[in-house]
């Protein structure tokens, strides 16, 4: 049982048990405290609902189209593959370039891949080609965004509440794959798929704006991360090309156990394990004889 003591007036106050729960709570959103996090977050939390309506639009409009297979493997290769080739590449762009005018500008190029899908099933002249080229470009777009993205969390938080910044980010882009689907199937079934399209290329006008309103003079930087100075100082480092970071970050791996196996697992599940949501809308309608609603969900 949990004792409640008083102090010298007859005042209750609370316990060691009862601060450490209410100071547990308050650490699981440790990294909110940082005002520039928050405004990254919480525009990632509407424009990652859009994302994931229109994976679920972009599907279903294929399937619609061609009623193929095949097709939809195509173009969720299309979209995907950039990301796995170039990915590495963005990584190295990452650190040379500011992360945030990075951010603005993929997260500008998204918004207007989502409106120009909008227009183009809107006015009822898509054609199977157009998703596929959209597809590719949102997947170039992708893997610039995806490693600056996550590069840029370092500089908002420090490597201090970085652990908890990654698991607010891991815990939203779960919820945004619940929300997401679910809303989107109820948005088919009662409008049609265009306005998903519509939906998508408008939620990112809130990860824009908190990238826009974000204080760089509050961004921590690599100079000023705990231990930077002294590594600098140290080991100082020429100045490198693209293929020598490169390079560089391929030996890594290939030298550090640890974390060679973290690529290996995460790579087979993702070759394996994730692609399933590829052939959803067919199995949705060919084997649950489901609309979109039971795709969505």
Known sequence: MHTITSDHEGHSVPTSIEQQQVKGLLRTFIALRHRNFRLFWFGQMISLIGTWMQSIGQAWLVLTLTHSALLLGVVGAL????????TLFGGV??????????LLCTQ????LQAAVLWILVATGQVQIWHVMVLASLLGLTNSLDMPTRQAFVVEMVGREDLPNAIALNSSLFNMARVLGPGL???IIAWLGVAPLFLLNAISFIAVIVGLALI?????????????AK?????QPVAKQTTWQSLREGLAYIARTPSALMVIVVIGAISL???????????????VLNSGPQGFGF
């Open 184 to 186: 989107g199937g109820l």
């Open 108 to 111: 500008s190029f998204a918004l």
């Open 79 to 86: 979209q995907f593959l950039p990301v796995l080739i170039l």
């Open 230 to 234: 002294q590594i600098a100082a140290k």
């Open 215 to 227: 204080d760089t003079t509050k961004l921590y930087s690599h100079n000023t991360l705990p231990g």
């Open 272 to 286: 394996f394990g994730i692609n399933f949501n590829v052939i959803l809308p067919l199995f949705a309608t060919e």
């Open 93 to 102: 762009l990452a650190d040379r370039l500011p992360k945030r005018t990075m």
